[in-house]
């Protein structure tokens, strides 16, 4: 009975770690892409459409 009851306890808490560990992934994901959406914005801006450095304009 208790070897089952730590073994579930067990389970969830590696449950938890994975969960943790997901969120973590996920906001870096989103801080790369609004960092991305930056440069991308900035080279718009600057006439280079294709992120090369080379204005087509």
């Known amino acids: ?9 067990e389970s969830l808490l ?3 770690c994975i969960l943790e ?4 992934l996920r906001t870096w994901v ?3 892409a609004k960092s991305g ?4 914005k900035v ?3 600057a ?3 294709d992120g090369n450095g080379i ?3």
């Not at 009975?1 to 306890?9: A, G, V, W």
């Open 1 to 9: 009975m208790m070897s089952e009851l730590q073994s579930k306890i």
């Open 14 to 16: 590696d449950k938890r």
């Open 21 to 24: 560990a997901l969120r973590i």
């Open 30 to 32: 989103e801080d790369e």
């Open 37 to 40: 959406q930056g440069r991308a």
């Open 43 to 45: 080279l718009e801006e």
């Open 47 to 49: 006439g280079d459409k």
């Open 55 to 57: 204005d087509h304009s």
